[in-house]
């Protein structure tokens, strides 16, 4: 029907209706972000690809001449000069879809935003914080 938008309710739905060797692009950013976080949660957020443990971890999506990757502001802040190599904005990266993805570079990223929501995750339920003395 015209204009109705399509929802997607897993991954391998989103990745589903891209071309061919757009799927295999994606289904290779996806192992690596899994390999990455083996206990991650695979979602469809604000209409992408994401994966999330403590927290959303990374976003990812493809579109006419790359795939965007997005580590949200920190992770790309934190590999800045290996990103520099790409077009980038604050939390988002773009691959070109003709080059090979850095699949490297994106697990490292992956590991940098895990070890992060796990230390947010763990200074709000207080561990590590002083208590007071009775």
Sequence with gaps: MV?????FT??????????EEVQKKLQEVRAAIKAASP???EKISYKMPA???KGILVYFAAWKNHIGFYPISSGTQAFNQELSAYESS???????LDKPMPLDLISRIVKFRLAENLRKAEDKTGSGKKRPIS
């Design 3 to 7: 204009g109705e938008k399509v929802v």
């Design 10 to 19: 897993s991954i391998d739905e989103y990745i589903a209706t891209f071309p």
């Design 39 to 41: 206990d991650a949660e």
């Design 51 to 53: 994966f999330a443990q």
């Design 90 to 96: 604050k939390g988002a990266v773009k691959f070109p």
